[in-house]
Each structure stands twice: as C-alpha cells, then as structure tokens.
C-alpha cells in the first residue's frame, strides 16, 4: 500500500470521529511516550525483546503520524521523496564525519 492510499484509508476511518486538529499532536505524543517505554524496558530495564509489543507500539504511532499529517493536509508521498532526496545528499558527509564513531556505539550498545 503507497503512503497516499494508507493516508486515504486513515482519514476513511477517523471520518466518524471529528475532534480538534491539536488533539493528533497530543495523540502523537501518547503513542510515542508508549513507545519509549517499550525501548525503555529493554535497553534501560533489562527486560526481554518482545518484538511484537514493539511492532504493536510502532504501528499505533505511525497511524497517530498519519492522522496529524491529513489534519494539516500534508502529503506522505511528496514529503518522503523530498525528504530523501535530501538525505541522499548528506549521506556521504555523515559517513565520512560519523561513520566510525557511529560503529563504535552500535558495537557497544547494540
């Protein structure tokens, strides 16, 4: 399913449910705060990987994303395209200032 079409279906869904526009940052940030604390339980806490809380937790954000993307009528598909077009430009300079340090903390972290 393209960005356009999850968007679609995501506004298809909340049609019923009219609230202010303020409460998809607000709900953003719930499901962001629940998802740190999945992150938290196990890099902090010790606890185990539980991959599908994570999944469960990724998944309720990126929808929350979504919604506060068509509150402001901000298009997934031409953002995204930007954004790596973008990126694709910076890329070389990060390898080269951050690439050997970033392995270091991946070894000791990850």
Not at 56 to 70: A, G, H, I, M, T
Request: proline letters at 2%; charged letters at 40%.
């Amino acid at each position: 399913m393209q960005l356009h079409e999850i968007q679609k279906s995501c506004k298809e869904l909340l049609s019923r449910v009219k609230y202010p526009r303020v409460g998809t940052i607000i709900g953003l940030q719930e499901e962001l705060g629940k998802l740190a604390e999945v992150v938290m339980d196990v890099e902090i806490y010790g606890k185990p990987f539980d991959k599908s809380r994570l999944e469960k937790n990724c998944s309720e954000v990126f929808f929350s994303f979504v919604d506060l993307c068509n509150s402001y009528d901000v298009e997934l598909d031409k953002i995204s395209n930007h954004r790596i077009k973008e990126m694709r430009k910076k890329i070389e300079k990060w390898e080269k200032e951050h690439g050997e340090s970033l392995q270091d903390k991946r070894d000791k972290f990850d």
